[in-house]
């Protein structure tokens, strides 16, 4: 089965009735996604539908506003990733990962656990123009690593352990995150900030809109 049809009914189990439609994003027109058709999350979700959401989340159905405000920071910025080696970590729907190979990064290996986000990698690096590396297993990538680049996975305090683990990994890290206000992590320091929303708008609070970016060297 093709990536599209398997991206399709994988949405159509947890939400029955939901479409995916392809987007070029306002900020980052380049970057062409799939993701969950605008006006579904309008009419509102209903408890069942937030329960199958929450029991199997299909986070590249969305683009949230870190990966957003990172892929903008990359290609307004291209000499970060310009002919250097590059790992997107948690890649999603691979906004970020697309944007560094838009930027002129030598190669852009997309890394996620979920097979589900790394088909719908594939098939947005296919809207969008560029060719991917794909890779399930952080640990399983061998060879030098110039860049780390990550976004909106802070969400789960669980997922603090990695902050170091990037920076033993590779040259530079490069984190994006809208949830933590309180993120003290040396030797990460912010170096930007950027108001965003997610794709398709979920009218989240000003919050969680404010985007900072974080870089360990």
Not at 14 to 20: C, D, K, V
Not at 144 to 163: E, G, H, K, T
Request: hydrophobic residues 45%; charged residues 25%.
């Amino acid at each position: 089965m093709a990536d599209d049809d398997v991206l399709c009914d994988a949405l159509r189990q947890i939400l029955p009735g939901a479409r995916l439609e392809e987007v070029a994003l306002p900020a980052t027109p380049d970057v062409h996604l799939l993701l969950l058709e605008r006006e579904y999350p309008q009419a509102g979700l209903s408890s069942e539908d937030v329960q199958r959401v929450m029991d199997h989340p299909l986070y590249w159905i969305f683009c949230w506003a870190s990966g957003q405000v990172l892929a903008d920071f990359l290609l307004t910025r291209p000499e970060w990733v310009q002919g250097k080696r590059v790992l997107d970590f948690g890649c999603g729907s691979g906004v970020v990962a697309i944007a560094a190979a838009l930027a002129g990064a030598a190669e852009v290996i997309a890394c996620d656990i979920d097979p589900l986000a790394l088909a719908a990698t594939r098939v947005n690096a296919g809207h969008s123009g560029v060719d991917l590396i794909f890779a399930e297993d952080f640990e399983s990538v061998q060879g030098d690593i110039d860049l780390i680049i990550v976004a909106d996975v802070l969400y789960d305090r669980a997922n603090f352990s990695w902050l170091q683990r990037f920076v033993d990994r590779a040259d530079k890290v490069l984190v994006a995150d809208s949830r933590v206000k309180d993120f003290d992590h040396p030797p990460y320091r912010q170096i930007a900030r950027q108001s965003s929303c997610t794709l398709p708008d979920l009218d989240e609070s000003e919050a969680f809109r404010d985007v900072r970016i974080y870089l360990a060297e």
